[in-house]
């Protein structure tokens, strides 16, 4: 991943907006992948 | 990792915080309507949408390198925002770490993974030009964070440094309250702002508070013990020493050449003064724990007041009582955010299992410590809401009956 400010928010930028209307399932469904992969069991004890 | 990274914290009680932290931030926002329209009141012909903000600047602490990025992505994409996260120079590879989980997930569902990123080399300069450039800016961080991030122009979200004082009254359960100070105080090693840095103990109780304490692990610094800690803690007598922050009892013990039982978990000293001419009264981060005796309740208040108006003051208070009246007078008087009944401190006043206070891990501390929210941060604080209006039926109330009371009392002259 690059780190230039300028190019980091352009493409933060672009993500945001690809997400800026989707629904609440969508939404929702986003949340719980990450939330799941954050719970695994083997992250944060290596 | 961060804790091989920066020599911060305990990684068993690291790795049990991402979990609460990422779990209680998920069942707190499971039924959170984020999208769309949100509410509607038919008789005032209002409609309310939620809309999300852009870019989110995240700067995120050495002592909170994982579980900070775990509460605000999920904070943040379930407001449907982006955000990018600046970690701190001590534990950017651990920050950076965690981003590349939460990318994983994204691209597993087919998300666009650039709604959360991070800097891979971080700079002072970065960070300035990252809060000059998003929308919108939370700075998990101290007093001096605060001023650089607000300095920046863009609407932020920021927090203060902690200085928990608990107080134990005569009717609270001794060795229960012991236990439960313990818990918070040597999470982590103290890293967390939400560790209580001093206990206030009523007269009566005060010897056996004491000796509770040390059953839990506790050890009572005598005066020379006292003066050998605070040279070690502030080598000139102003700031601390950046290298017990975190660390074991044991470790600060053996450094400043303590003689303490292997079994020590945090040391104890007396408060003798408030202010500046007594660090011992303000935050530690570090299992450094200062013992306070009082007599009178309302004097403690007043004390407290004080000891806050040093270091603290908007962040959170804790009490082990089962007196309400004395809870209630606690809340009233203090300016904190929060105020933690008969529980371990740390583990209740940021969100946890036996409270229903908002999980999170950036603690705003109002207008009191220069923040602009003094509750706990979460989703709500990452929505715009845009209001529909449709006409209602015309009503023009009469002044007259608005100040009712006041012209009962004082006559319409």
Redo the contacts between chains.
């Keep these: 991943m690059e780190d230039t400010i300028q190019e980091m928010y352009a493409r933060a930028r672009k993500a945001f907006r690809e997400v800026e209307y989707w629904p609440q399932e969508k939404v929702d469904e986003m949340v719980q992948a990450v939330a799941w992969e954050l719970m695994r069991d083997d992250y944060g004890s290596r | ?1 961060a804790v091989d990274e920066s020599g911060i914290g305990n990684a068993e009680d ?2 049990n915080k ?2 609460n932290k ?2 209680g ?2 069942y707190d ?1 499971r039924n959170a ?4 329209m949100i509410e509607e009141n038919k008789a005032l012909g209002i409609r309310k949408f939620a809309k ?1 903000i ?2 989110i600047a995240n700067v995120v602490p050495c002592t909170n390198p ?1 579980s900070t990025i ?1 509460c605000l ?2 904070s943040t ?2 407001t ?5 996260v600046s970690p701190h120079p001590r534990t950017q590879k651990t920050s950076y770490e ?1 981003v590349q ?2 990318r ?3 691209e ?2 087919g ?5 959360v ?5 971080t700079s002072h300069a ?1 960070t300035s ?2 809060m000059a ?2 929308d919108y800016a939370v700075a998990t961080g101290g007093a001096a964070l605060v001023k650089v991030v607000y300095a920046a122009g863009k609407p932020a979200q920021t927090v203060g440094a902690g200085n928990v004082v608990s107080i134990v009254d005569e009717t609270a359960d001794l060795p229960t309250a012991a236990h439960k100070i313990r818990l918070s105080k040597v999470a982590n090693n103290s890293a967390s702002c939400s560790s209580e840095n001093a206990v206030a103990l009523y007269e009566s109780i005060y010897d056996d508070m004491i000796e509770a304490l040390k059953a839990e692990g506790g050890y009572l610094c005598d005066t020379e013990e006292r003066e050998k800690l605070r040279q070690y803690m502030w080598p000139d007598g102003v700031h601390l020493n950046r290298e017990i922050v975190a660390r074991p009892a044991t470790w600060i013990a053996q450094n400043v050449g303590l003689t303490v039982p292997d079994d020590t978990r945090f040391l104890m000293v007396v408060g003798e003064k408030v202010g500046p001419e007594d660090r011992f009264s303000g935050e530690k981060i570090s299992p450094v724990l200062t013992v306070w005796k009082w007599t009178d309740f309302d004097e403690m208040l007043d004390r407290l007041e004080q000891i806050l108006k040093f270091s603290g003051e908007g962040h959170s208070a804790s009490i082990h009582t089962e007196n309400d009246e004395r809870r209630v007078k606690l809340a009233l008087r203090a300016n904190v955010g929060r105020i933690v009944c008969n529980m371990p401190h740390a583990h209740a006043n940021s969100g946890g299992w036996t409270t229903g206070l908002p999980t999170t891990d950036t603690l705003g501390c109002g207008s009191w410590a220069g923040n602009i929210f003094s509750g706990n941060v979460n989703w709500e604080n990452f929505l715009n809401y845009t209001l529909l209006s449709i006409p209602k039926e015309e009503y023009i109330p009469e002044v007259g009956d608005l100040c009712g009371e006041y012209l009962a009392k004082w006559g319409r002259d």
């Design positions: 990792m690291k790795v991402i979990k990422t779990l931030t998920l926002m309507k984020t999208c769309g999300p852009g870019v994982e775990c992505a999920l994409l379930k449907r925002n982006a955000q990018i965690t989980h939460v994983k997930a994204l597993k569902i998300a666009p993974v650039d709604l990123q991070c800097i891979k080399q970065k030009e990252l450039n998003c």
